[in-house]
């Protein structure tokens, strides 16, 4: 809906500057940009809080991020420093290109799901408005999954309500938040107890 929409572009540009990996929030054009909804936008404190001061220097945990740029290093690092020059953004060869996309895949983008789950939690004690990787909703004991993405997926907690006063049978919907990094490991625990997914 409108309100995730904001919330988490929020979220995810706090993850980008912490790990220096982009961040691309998705949402259906007609089903959630063109709807009427309710919104609670986000205050300039709530901002500060979630995203930081700009002004504020980062400190690096990472390991490969120290050995770029120290213990500590800008919200957006200056990639173009003439005191410390370095090659950025060079023609390379596709030999070249596919080993740096692996080792920034493999330095950079690992941290990613660490960084999105705790940007979550931090984001929930501000606010109180909960999210993860991946939502539930429905028994958690159902055996019976409807896995979705997107706008569909309020709809299909509707349904879920539906059926359970009609038929009582137990039905989950699982909503996916993340795509890269993929919940993985969440989403395994229920594909493998269950006994009908859609």
Known sequence: NVQQAVDFTLIAHAVAEQTLVPAIVVMDGQETAFSLQKLQLPSAQLIQQIVGDSSEPITIHDPAQRLLFGEQRRRIPCWHDLDHPALHGAHQDEQSYGLGEIAHTQFF???????????????????????????????SSSRR????????????????????????RKLTVISLHTLAPSPTAELRQWVQRADEIT
């Open 109 to 139: 983008g690992k941290t990613v799901m660490a960084a999105l789950k705790q940007g979550f939690i931090r984001f929930d004690e501000a606010t109180g408005r909960k999210y993860g990787p991946l939502s539930l909703h429905g028994k």
């Open 145 to 168: 999954l409807l896995i979705t993405q997107g706008a569909v997926t309020e709809r299909c907690h509707a349904a879920v309500e539906h059926i359970k006063k009609q038929s009582r």
